[in-house]
């Protein structure tokens, strides 16, 4: 079974956001661009392997998608996706890269080979050498008994050529593409034959991984150069992305679109949590939304924990990230069922 859904990354969320607040012609648009395209390959890789999963292991494994932990304070690690049984545990790397990839035995670099030309990678496998470490450690941490927790790195487009050093062909019992996964599964099946952990571990597992599983948010700003000021403020239509929306009676309008809404300060609090902070207070509300009133403020925030006294008006929006499908707004030329078609002419 999942234990969650896989939603949008956090730092493809960021992205979105930033690009969607700033000028169409900003000088950060194309840095920002091609971040977006890997992160949406990134994303669409994932789902292709989550649906291998639902079809084949769903009833037998408990599965959790982007699994974000902390074994030591600010030192965070995060899975793409892990799976295990009683049995044993296997964290998935997953990558979807275009081209000819060279895994290197003695540089350990991953070297993508694409229309002539040669691009260094990190190497996946040490990546999830250090997701493993990270992982174990974690395990220890909270005394779940030790059992056996293995990985793979898999590349979930099948067009993707796999190539290595001569001698060092055995890298590919643990890099494989998505269709073999099933097989390794079954291997590791026969391999770890001992059941470790029982029921209760595995409940108190399950609650300890949904509790402790916190996606990072970057300083999306300071990794751009993006300076503040370019940040438009201001409400954002649903249908047609247009910042800022008017404040009407009980109302938000969108002079560019006609769209009202009830709510859509909800998806701009989020905007404001992914590109700022995770706090807000009302002074800040009120300036990002263009509100005039505090009691306006008051209102629209009334739904979100307050942080200290009230005399201070601090409020939490990390509690938002909790259902980013019902605050995220993607914007409309984005969609395809929540998800964009990739650009196959270009690499990724």
């Not at 648009?29 to 395209?37: A, C, D, M, N, T």
Request: aromatic share 10%; with cysteine.
């Amino acid at each position: 079974m999942f234990l969650n859904e896989r939603t949008i990354p956090l730092n493809l969320q960021q992205i979105i956001a930033v690009r969607s607040r700033i000028s169409k012609n900003h000088s950060k648009q194309p840095r920002l661009e091609k971040s977006e395209l890997k992160s949406w390959a990134g994303y669409h890789g994932e789902r292709t392997v989550d649906r291998l999963l639902e079809k084949f292991a769903n009833n037998k494994y408990t599965i959790i998608t982007d699994l974000n932990l902390q074994a030591k304070k600010d030192d965070p690690f995060q899975i793409d996706t892990f799976l295990y049984t009683s049995y044993f545990g296997l964290i998935l790397e997953i990558k979807n890269i275009l081209g000819t990839l060279y895994f290197d035995k003695y540089s350990k670099q991953m070297i993508r080979t694409w229309n002539g030309e040669r691009e260094g990678f990190q190497n996946p496998m040490l990546q999830a050498q250090m997701h493993q470490y990270h992982f174990q450690a974690w395990l220890n941490k909270h005394k779940i008994p030790p059992f056996p927790i293995v990985w793979l790195v898999v590349f979930s487009n099948p067009a993707t050529i796999l190539e290595t050093t001569p001698g060092n062909e055995q890298i590919f019992q643990k890099v494989i593409h998505t269709p073999l996964l099933l097989e390794k599964l079954l291997e590791l099946e026969a391999k770890y034959t001992t059941p470790i952990l029982d029921k209760s571990d595995s409940k108190r597992l399950n609650r300890l991984l949904l509790k402790e599983n916190t996606p990072h948010l970057t300083n999306i700003l300071q990794k751009y150069e993006i300076p503040q000021i370019d940040i438009k403020t201001g409400v954002r239509c649903a249908i047609c992305n247009y910042v800022p929306m008017l404040r009407v009676p009980a109302n938000w309008f969108c002079p560019n679109c006609n769209h009202y809404s009830k709510n859509a300060h909800i998806a701009s609090l989020y905007d404001y949590f992914l590109i700022n902070q995770s706090t807000i207070t009302n002074r800040q509300c009120r300036e990002f939304l263009h509100i005039p009133t505090r009691s306006i403020a008051l209102g629209l925030l009334s739904d979100l924990p307050l942080i200290g006294t009230k005399g201070g008006s601090t409020y939490q929006l990390s509690e938002l990230i909790k259902n980013p499908n019902e605050y995220f707004l993607l914007p409309k030329s984005k969609q395809l069922k929540g998800i964009i078609p990739l650009p196959t002419e270009k690499p990724i």
